[in-house]
C-alpha cells in the first residue's frame, strides 16, 4: 500500500505535469525588434535613401544596445523588396548614413532633439522609447502602456524625411501627430 505522504506527492506530480507550462516573460525588446521589422514593412522609402538597387536594408542601434541577439535573430533571412537586413550598432549619429532605421535607445533620451538635428542624411526612419519622442521629433516612439508594447507616430515628420508611412501602421498607432 501507498502511505499518505507518497499519494500526495503522486497527486502532486500529476497536477504539475498536467498544468500548462508556464508563461514566458515579457520581453520589451524582443517586442520592440519585430515592431522595428514591421514599421521596415509598412514604410516606404525615397530611393535615395539606399546606396544601390540591392543596397541592403539596415536597422542602426544608436547607443547601447539593449536587444542581445533579439534584433539580429528577428531579422535573419528575411528580406523586404529583394533587400537583406544588416543591424549595425552606431556610437554616433555620424555613422548614420546608409541606415534606414534608426533606433535610439533610452540611454539617449536626453539628446533626442540633438541627436534628429545631426542626421545629415535624408530618409531615416527614426525609432525612440520615451514618451516624448515623438513631440522631441523623432518618427515613432515606443511606449509602454498596460505592460505593453505600444507606439505613437509623427507624420510630420515623417513627412519631412520622405518617408510614406501606410495607413495599416498609422491606424495600429496609439496616437498619431500631425
Known sequence: ???RA???GLVALGKCLA???PEQPFDEYRVKAAFLYNFA???EW???SFQGAL???AICVLGRDPFGRSLEDTVAGRTI???SFVVRHIVSVKQAAGCQVLFIGGDQNKRVAPILAEIATPGVLTV????SGASAGAIISFILAAGKVRFAINAAAAEREKLRISSRLLSLAVAVAK
Open 1 to 3: 500500500m501507498i502511505g
Open 6 to 8: 507518497a499519494m500526495l
Open 19 to 21: 498544468a500548462e507550462p
Open 41 to 43: 514593412k509598412f514604410v
Open 46 to 48: 525615397p530611393a535615395e
Open 55 to 57: 543596397a541592403p536594408f
Open 81 to 83: 523588396d529583394g533587400r
Open 128 to 131: 525612440g522609447e520615451s514618451d
